[in-house]
């Protein structure tokens, strides 16, 4: 956590990526809510991305975006032959909301999950 606050207060760094996947949720929410409020903050300020990735939000109201990813799902076209993985993640929530003005021209969808599917080199084409 110190280290990210130095690299924080160094600057210099257009994202910082803390990666607490393999901390239990019990201890990564010991972590102050007013951490995370200042690398925000500092993060900002220096016009950087934190990426966060954790079991648990521990960031809390803090954070700017917040995905769930779901479990990959393995694919088969046999019971023997893995042909691939499929993936899905969801937004959970946002910190700014879509603004209600409406363009002069045609949006991109909003979606708030996507979902899809990486294949093996031995399964082909399809």
């Not at 969801?90 to 991109?108: C, G, S, W, Y």
Request: hydrophobic share 45%.
């Amino acid at each position: 956590m110190r280290v990210t606050d130095l690299l924080l207060q160094a600057g210099g760094f257009s994202a910082i990526i803390l990666d607490l996947g393999s901390v239990a949720p019990e201890f990564a929410s010991r972590i102050p809510l007013a951490t995370w409020f200042r690398y925000r903050a500092a993060a900002e300020r220096s016009q950087a991305s934190i990426l966060l990735l954790t079991q648990h939000a521990c960031a809390k109201s803090s954070a700017g975006l917040v995905l769930r990813l779901q479990p990959a799902i393995a694919r088969h076209n046999e019971p023997t032959v893995f042909t691939g993985i499929e993936h899905c993640v969801e937004v959970v929530r946002e910190r700014f909301a879509p603004t209600n003005v409406v363009p002069m021209r045609k949006q991109p969808q909003n979606d708030r999950s996507a979902s899809w599917h990486s294949r093996t080199t031995w399964a082909g084409q399809r």
